[in-house]
């Protein structure tokens, strides 16, 4: 997806920066300006956020706004809830998987057969999209705690380089 996005702003690294951080939190554009969720963001504060000029902003709106074919994504985003920094705190358990190849399919679901087969619910799994980050993750948010034996079972399934449980 962000290679057929990312040539519409090769030329401009900053505004290039804004819709690769607008794809990272899900920040939608609605009626020429920025939202998350239904939130209205200020071209001021999202400048200062990303650390660029606010014309910038104004800028990649416009780009987007006048690309259809950007305009159909980039009008559909929405933000989404990461519960792995407040498992701990419901008690919980985090599994963070660093795959092999992030592209392999299946990783997702040989990891979540071991979960279940061990009578472990799933709240939650995010996976980072590996054309939009140097080193994307596999982050499984369990019902309860994963206990250490686990990790063995979870480190030798197909397409995972190394696990991490807190």
């Known amino acids: 997806m962000w290679k057929q996005i990312a040539k519409y702003f090769n030329n401009y690294p900053k505004r290039r920066k ?14 020429n300006k920025i939202y998350c969720g239904e939130i209205e963001l200020s071209d001021s504060k999202i400048a200062r956020a990303f650390d660029v000029d606010r014309r910038a902003i ?12 950007l305009n159909k994504i980039f009008s559909k985003l929405m933000p989404t809830c990461h519960l792995k920094d407040v498992a701990t705190n419901m008690s919980w358990g985090v599994i ?3 795959p092999e190849d992030p ?13 279940a087969q061990n009578n472990i619910s799933i709240r939650q799994s995010i996976v980072d999209d590996f ?13 309860k705690q994963i ?15 190394a696990v991490l449980i807190y």
């Open 96 to 98: 963070e998987i660093i």
């Open 58 to 69: 104004a800028a990649t709106i416009d780009v987007i706004v006048k690309k259809p074919e």
């Open 18 to 31: 804004i819709a690769q951080k607008m794809l990272e939190y899900g920040l939608k554009i609605k009626d």
């Open 147 to 161: 206990p250490g034996r686990f990790i063995p079972k979870i480190r030798n399934a197909k397409g995972v380089k």
């Open 103 to 115: 592209s392999m399919p299946g990783i997702v679901a040989e990891v979540a057969t071991i979960i």
């Open 131 to 143: 054309e939009l980050s140097e080193e994307p993750r596999l982050f499984i948010v369990t019902e």
